[in-house]
């Protein structure tokens, strides 16, 4: 299999409110940039469908390193909290609702596809992706303002 680096990230303004993703694939040197927004939607599930249409845009199953600034993802599929909501009918361990079950079903299933590590990076503290991607995300959501 290929071996991808990616590198996500998520804005919103306004918690709900505009929102945009952005993320960066580099694979032999070559980078490809993806972004899009919402009008109304949550942070958390920008940073969220960053990686759903960064690991999307791939043609066929690949090694992917995901870089991203958000704890929210890297926690869930690192300390396999997700896999813990889903067997618990989409209920976190304080039996309350999970949020975003659409995308984090989506995102498993490109789970099942591809081999993923999840690397958590400090954001805002000047890596050159995880810039590149904020910029492509909080442009998107000044677009959709």
């Known amino acids: 299999m290929k071996s991808i680096n990616i590198y996500t990230d998520g804005a919103c303004s306004g918690n709900p409110g505009p929102g945009g993703w952005g993320a960066v694939l580099v694979y032999n040197g070559i980078e490809k940039q993806l972004s899009g927004g919402e009008k109304s939607t949550t942070n958390n599930r920008m940073e969220l469908t960053a990686v759903i249409e960064a690991l999307k845009a791939l043609k066929e199953p690949c090694n992917v390193t995901l870089t991203t600034d958000s704890k929210y993802v ?3 599929i690192n300390k396999e909290w997700v896999f813990g909501w889903q067997r618990n009918n989409w209920r976190k361990a304080d039996k309350k609702p999970a949020l975003n079950v659409d995308l984090w079903e989506q995102l498993l ?16 503290n000047g890596h050159k992706y995880n810039e590149i991607c904020d910029r492509l995300a909080v442009s998107e959501y000044q677009n959709m303002a």
């Open 74 to 76: 890297c926690d869930a």
């Open 109 to 124: 299933e490109l789970l099942k596809i591809h081999n993923v590590e999840f690397v958590w990076v400090k954001g805002h």
